[in-house]
């Protein structure tokens, strides 16, 4: 694993640096597009949308639009409104966990102690387990502010991004029945309910659509339908580069002259 | 904001830490001589790093200390440095590079530990597309240097023939790079392209004691590794001028063609003799930076 920040975690007087890792990783496989008939990877280009030409880094900048005009932004307007740098994490406050809605968790990550922080961060841990208690601080990464929660998962803290207010829309905009059912309805449908209770087990649930996907990749890779990329690790046909080399340069070429023309 | 006349105060964040500290043992030289070697060449050198973002590779204890790759130094960097956010792929979140425009960028790297200055092919403002091919002659220890200039002079052979402009410098450790200039109309696929077809023709000439095999294990001990894949996307040579962390503090030098020659030897440039010779013959290099070779005629110049 590969941390992806390194900081440090402050309760109180108690300072302890960690670095962070991802808890969760995607399941889903990563597939490139290709051209159906060569199989060449296909690649986007950020091009002008009235002159269709290509627009180079230097000359792209970011706009909001206001009414039926741009309000361009630059650099040091970014500046501006970024959060203060800062490595570390303090917590300001302690909650039970149940308080906060399921709606509000983002992405978690796991915290390692550094070497001078055993102690520190076991001890956090362990005041956390005993309390059932979670902290609550800010976090900055990539130049934007997250609020999150530290909580302990057996002998693991665990920092769980969880979202602003403002993130989560009202679901007052839908219509919601707010009825009183029948009280035998009722009766019946909790018994149901109670029947169908059991302890969750994450480990029953599995997506095997990547699993079913990948047989199907390996199976196709064994066969005969498969194409294998040309060129690569062709040492000694300079030959055949060179027309492929000079296929590529084409359109290049046409383009340049119709600009002579 | 408001200007001021005099603006001759020490940037902050600019303070050299430990220059006393021992980089080269075998000849004492220590980090402020590292840094006082590039406060002293910053004019020849800065034009080559120009808004190019740099891999850097520091070496806090010196030649004889471990080394490593820190691309993720803008993050950290004072006000006076530019830096080049680019996303990255592989570990799923923004690197900040380094990019190397003025004096005081030069020396806060070099304060660093960085004794090699790592630029990338291609600029700030289209990093998609490098505006030279170099081409890395890499001799295993069982080659000769002069096997290394009869291969780099291969390389001027087949670059003549194609009508490529080809400038040659000296890595400053045992081997030697062959900068082309190239338009900047091609992508990285095109131009590494384009070098393996140079790697190869050059190949054909010095067959005996040249690869184009990546692998150790299939290049054989005894040849020397021509070496086009230093094309690809933030892949670095070191800087013409640049220090190597080697004994002698040697740097890479660039040549005339006609130096190219037996009298040749890798470790004849150091950090105590450059600029003697620059103040001689200029910087060799200028033309790497104006040069805007065409690879669609060199390809029917070598009959593609």
């Known amino acids: 694993m590969k941390a992806i920040w390194t900081g440090s975690i402050g309760f109180g007087l108690v300072n302890i640096p960690v670095k962070m890792y991802s808890a969760v990783e995607d399941s889903s496989l990563s597939l490139d597009m290709l051209d159906k008939k060569d199989h060449a990877n296909i690649r986007f280009k950020r091009v002008n949308e009235k002159t269709g030409k290509e627009v180079p880094w230097e000359n792209i900048v970011k706009g ?27 917590i300001t406050q302690f909650v039970n966990l149940e308080e906060i809605d399921t709606n509000y968790f983002e992405q978690p990550y796991y915290l390692e102690p550094d070497k001078t922080g055993t102690r520190a961060y076991a001890l956090l841990c362990e005041a956390l387990l005993k309390s059932k208690k979670a902290g609550i601080g800010m976090l900055v990464m990539h130049s934007r502010e997250h609020l999150c929660l530290i909580k302990a998962q057996e002998h693991t803290l665990v920092l769980n991004r969880i979202r602003f207010a403002e993130e989560v829309r009202d679901p007052a905009e839908l219509k919601i ?50 194409k ?21 340069l084409t359109p290049a070429r046409s383009s340049s002259r119709k600009k002579a023309s | 904001m408001s200007a001021t006349a005099t603006n001759k105060r020490k940037p902050t964040g600019l303070t050299f830490t430990n ?48 080394s490593f790759y820190h691309k993720d130094a803008g993050e950290h960097a004072p006000d006076f440095v530019t830096v080049f956010p680019v996303d990255s792929k592989s570990s799923n979140k923004v690197i900040d590079y380094i990019v190397c425009n003025n004096l005081n960028t030069l020396l806060y790297v070099a304060n660093l530990g960085c004794i090699e200055m790592n630029p990338w092919n291609s600029t700030m403002q289209h990093p998609d597309h490098p505006t030279w091919l170099v081409i890395d002659i890499d001799p295993s220890d069982n080659n000769t240097f002069e096997q290394v200039v009869e291969t780099a002079l291969a390389v001027k052979e087949v670059c003549d023939k194609g009508g490529l402009p080809a400038f040659c410098k000296t890595s400053g450790a045992s081997g030697m790079h062959v900068y082309i200039p190239l338009k900047q109309a091609y992508d990285y696929d095109q131009v590494r392209d384009f070098a393996h077809i140079i790697a190869g023709l050059v190949h054909e000439l010095v067959p005996d004691f040249t690869s184009l095999e990546r692998s150790l294990a299939k ?64 910087d060799l290099f200028k033309g790497v930076l104006t040069g805007k070779a065409n690879m669609a005629k060199a390809l029917d110049a070598f009959g593609a």
């Open chain 1, 177 to 226: 029945p707010t009825t009183k059912s029948k009280p035998p309805e009722l009766k019946m449908a909790l018994s149901l309910v109670n029947q169908l209770t059991k302890k969750f087990d994450i480990s029953a649930f599995r997506d095997d659509y990547s699993d079913k996907l990948m047989k199907l990749i390996q199976a196709k890779a064994k066969g005969k339908t498969i």
């Open chain 2, 19 to 66: 220059t006393e500290k021992i980089y080269w043992p075998k000849e004492g030289y220590t980090k402020g001589d590292l840094i006082n070697y590039y406060n002293s060449i910053a004019p020849w050198i800065l034009p080559h790093l120009k808004n190019r973002p740099l891999s850097l590779k520091r070496n806090p204890d010196g030649i004889e200390g471990p």
């Open chain 1, 228 to 248: 294998v990329a040309p060129m690569k690790v062709v040492h000694s046909n300079t030959k055949d580069l060179m027309e492929q080399l000079k296929a590529s």
């Open chain 1, 64 to 90: 909001y639009l206001v009414g039926d005009k741009y309000v361009v932004l630059d650099k040091s307007d970014f500046e501006k409104a970024s959060p203060e740098k800062s490595k570390h994490v303090e």
């Open chain 2, 219 to 282: 290049r054989g001990k005894n040849n020397i590794y021509i070496d086009f894949l230093q094309n690809r996307p933030g892949q670095t040579l070191s800087s013409v001028y640049s220090v190597r962390p080697v004994p002698g503090a040697t740097v890479s030098t660039p040549l005339e063609w006609k130096e190219v020659n037996r009298r040749l030897h890798p470790g004849q440039f150091t950090i105590r003799n450059i600029s003697k010779r620059l103040d001689a013959k200029g």
